[in-house]
């Protein structure tokens, strides 16, 4: 059984694996037009008002599964007619407002919003008072005032998304990190992160035909996914699809734990540069601490960048919980040695496109990284690493970091040191903008509360104990 | 002389790290530094086989307890 979080993952899913599967067959350009239909097939609508919307809505679906708009540089994209037009209206009185003697909410409005009908004595919300406290919705007895947001405003931390004159959601990419958290959290799959699915497809294809080897460098949250298979069945029917073989990036991890601690004892303060969306929202919002952010690539460009050190040909795909990920291999200083990243999600896709089973896989092994490298995918794996390589290379220094969960915790902490705040005397600030790290990332399939135990049990399988281990065997 | 010691998964589990160690440690013992380049790669195909190593291209099975004598019987002749 597969396994998503929500229908619109599945109904995601769908889209990809079709697309996959006819792009696999070689006659995407034929049917291309007819994937809505595949996936809808009758005449009685399953979703949204009309079939004729949904298939126009898919259209556009198949459209993003294929790379979608290539005027937009954002990976995360709108689609205009899936927008629900949710209300926004923030805070409102309902009709269940009682009309109370008590007035709870006058008392705890600071503002003076609230005011009350003549005749039926109900509460009001002056809306050019109010500045959606909340304060008045926690007071009342009958949880008669209720907050109107848009899920994907809510789930945007940076603030990038706007209501554009048609009532959609808009986008604005000098603020968007490509987090991805509004793709996860739209009710309707308005919001999708361009999928590049094709040109790993065609990587494969020419590797089967004795082109160049395609590695599959994945990110050790794929430890808390595919709840219905072995982490070593998913490896083998990986090498099944055509990857030559899957590395682990928490190899890559352990490379950084060890730059990033000489680069911090070097330069005595340091921003991790491990997660894309942390060093654009920190680049975007506090551009004077942009000097503070490590040099180093991520464990995905590290681990990469060995890989095509060896094999000058081959090529790399990432494959991971991030959307972020898929602008970070476009940056000039990436792309040389990552072609192309994709999601879980998309790999689940692309799994069954090719008709692989999982279940009935034989295990091949995965182990490559150390314990350290592995937590990496969960918000203070980062730091502990930074800890160990620092004892293991025997470096004195007093780390003081601070691991930030979430964009938010992010924002205080990068907005606290750029003011010199009492008690933010930290020496390393670990971002990770994903709530939980990389295995909150909104290319997951699940998103579970076991999913941070189930990154550690992992990280203590691995064979190399240590950092200094996993990466001598780097020569 | 270049000598490519699987470093993947498989491997890794069949003692590579041991494997490009010793081949280090003997190199720099017999001074062959100047004369032999060690890498690494990932998977060479031959999993059962493993700890794969390559001498200029030639693939070899070798074990944390054969990297002496294969070192003696292919590399140090050869360099």
């Known amino acids: 059984m597969r396994k998503f979080d929500t229908k619109v993952q599945e109904l995601k899913y769908k889209v990809l694996r079709t697309v996959a599967e006819e792009a696999i067959a070689g006659r995407l350009t034929e049917t291309l037009l007819d994937i809505p239909k595949m996936i809808i097939p009758g005449k009685t609508p399953t979703m949204r008002c009309c079939i004729y919307k949904e298939r126009a809505i898919l259209s556009e679906r198949v459209r993003i599964a294929m790379g979608g708009d290539k005027k937009n540089p954002n990976v995360i994209q709108v689609i205009d007619i899936a927008c629900d037009e949710c209300p926004a209206a923030g805070y409102e009185v309902t009709s269940s407002c009682r009309g109370c003697l008590a007035h709870r909410c006058e008392a705890a409005c600071r503002k003076g919003a609230i005011f009350f009908d003549n005749h039926s004595h109900v509460a009001h919300i002056d809306k050019s008072k109010c500045v959606e406290c909340g304060m008045c919705s926690k007071v009342c007895p009958y949880s008669a005032i209720v907050v109107r947001t848009r899920p994907c405003q809510n789930a945007c931390k940076p603030k990038a998304i706007s209501i554009d004159p048609d009532n959609h959601a808009l986008i604005d990419n000098s603020k968007c990190v490509s987090c991805g958290s509004c793709v996860y959290q739209c009710p309707f799959g308005a919001i999708m992160d361009k999928s590049f699915i094709l040109n790993v497809i065609d990587m494969l294809k020419k590797s089967e035909n004795g082109g160049p080897h395609v590695y599959a460098v994945v990110a050790p949250s794929i430890s808390s996914q595919f709840s219905y298979a072995k982490l070593g069945q998913v490896v083998a029917g990986m090498k099944q699809m055509g990857f030559h073989t899957v590395v682990e990036a928490a190899l890559g991890a352990d490379m950084v734990a060890l730059g990033e601690s000489k680069e911090l004892v070097e330069k005595g303060f340091l921003l991790s540069s491990c997660c894309p969306a942390f060093v654009d929202y920190a680049k975007k919002n506090f551009p004077e601490m942009a000097k503070h952010i490590s040099g180093s690539l991520s464990p995905m460009g590290a681990i990469a960048k060995y890989i095509k050190s060896n094999d000058p040909s081959s090529k790399v795909v990432f494959i991971g919980p991030c959307t972020a990920k898929k602008v970070e291999v476009r940056k000039e200083t990436v792309a040389p040695y990552v072609d192309e990243a994709m999601t879980f999600e998309e790999l689940q896709a692309l799994i069954d496109a090719y008709g692989i089973d999982l279940t009935s896989m034989e295990n091949s092994p995965l182990d490559n990284a150390s314990y350290y490298g592995r937590i990496f995918a969960r918000c203070g794996g980062l730091s502990d690493a930074v800890a160990e390589a620092l004892k293991e290379q025997n470096i004195e220094f007093a780390l003081n970091g601070t691991a930030c969960d979430g964009i938010e915790a992010c924002k205080t902490a990068l907005f606290k040191k750029s003011k010199n705040v009492p008690g933010a005397d930290w020496n390393f600030i670990e971002g990770m903008a994903c709530e939980g790290g990389c295995i909150g990332g909104p290319g997951c399939l699940t998103h579970g509360p076991k999913d941070r135990m189930q990154v550690d049990a992992y990280g203590r399988e691995a064979m190399e104990k240590t950092i200094k281990d996993a990466v001598s065997l780097l020569k | ?79």
């Open chain 2, 1 to 79: 002389m270049k000598i490519t010691v699987c470093i993947g998964s498989s491997c890794h589990l069949k003692g590579a790290r041991q494997v490009v160690e010793q081949l280090q440690w003997l190199i720099n013992k017999n001074s062959l530094k100047d004369k032999v380049e060690l890498g690494g790669a990932f998977c060479m195909g031959k999993c059962q086989q493993g700890v794969c190593v390559t001498v200029d291209g030639e693939i070899h099975s070798v074990s944390p307890e054969s990297v002496t004598s294969f070192f003696e019987s292919e590399i140090e002749p050869k360099a």
